[in-house]
């Protein structure tokens, strides 16, 4: 009687086994399908139950949606020399009218740009004067817009180069006339440069 009761643990234990051995789930690959082995098999990764996604009337697993790239900024408007070009008052660092309203249109062309990577200001001086006072008046004329720009935009002035370079290049023409007429003639060496960069 206990041999017969013996067997029959052990073969309830086994069908047990192969019970639960059906009922495993299905290990996955990337698009979500289940992995076959090369007999045809799933290829089982824990015990499951009525969810078998490889039992014979399980559904087709839904597959998952690629992600969604980056947006990539918009391409940085073309601004010309001229456009990003600020003209000074004789001996001034100020900002007059025209200069702020050069840079009001600057910045509604490229201020909400998220392609903007940094910026670069140079100042320059006409050829009057020596050159340790010009230089130090091309850097007020720098700062002059710097401070603008932080002021007015979103640009960010921290990054790329700011610097007061000095005398600019002589303007042709402009010797051998009186100071007035000089001072008059000489007026686009007075003036800020701003480059612009965008994002690699």
Same mark, same amino acid.
């Given at each position: 009687m206990r041999l017969i009761t013996?067997?029959?643990?052990?073969?309830?234990?086994?069908?047990?086994?192969?019970?639960?051995?059906?009922? =495993?789930?299905?290990?996955?690959?990337?698009?979500?399908?289940?992995?076959i082995d090369s007999r045809g098999n799933c290829v089982r990764t824990k015990w499951m139950g009525e969810?078998?996604?490889?039992?014979?009337?399980?559904?087709?697993?839904?597959a998952q949606p690629a992600p969604t790239p980056a947006p990539v900024p918009a391409a940085l408007p073309e601004v010309s020399l001229?456009?990003?070009?600020?003209?000074f008052d004789f001996d001034s660092a100020a900002l007059n009218t025209e200069a702020t309203q050069k840079l009001d249109e600057l910045i509604a062309i490229v201020g909400a740009s998220k392609a903007v990577d940094s910026l670069t200001v140079h100042g320059y001086t006409d050829q009057l004067g020596d050159d340790g006072y010009?230089?130090?008046?091309?850097?007020?004329?720098?700062?002059?817009?710097?401070?603008?720009?932080?002021?007015?935009?979103?640009?960010d002035t921290s990054k790329g180069e700011l610097r007061g370079?000095?005398?600019?290049?002589?303007?042709?023409?402009?010797?051998?006339?009186?100071?007035? =007429?000089?001072?008059?003639?000489m007026a686009q060496e007075r003036r800020a440069e701003i480059e612009i960069k965008a994002q690699k």
């Open positions: 013996a067997f029959t643990t052990v073969i309830l234990l086994s069908a047990s086994s192969v019970f639960a051995q059906s009922a =495993e789930d299905s290990a996955y690959d990337k698009d979500g399908g289940s992995v969810n078998d996604p490889c039992a014979a009337d399980a559904p087709a697993p839904v001229e456009q990003r070009t600020i003209y010009n230089a130090a008046l091309a850097n007020r004329r720098v700062a002059a817009v710097r401070a603008y720009l932080d002021s007015h935009s979103k640009l370079i000095g005398k600019s290049a002589a303007t042709e023409g402009c010797d051998g006339k009186a100071r007035s =007429e000089r001072i008059a003639c």
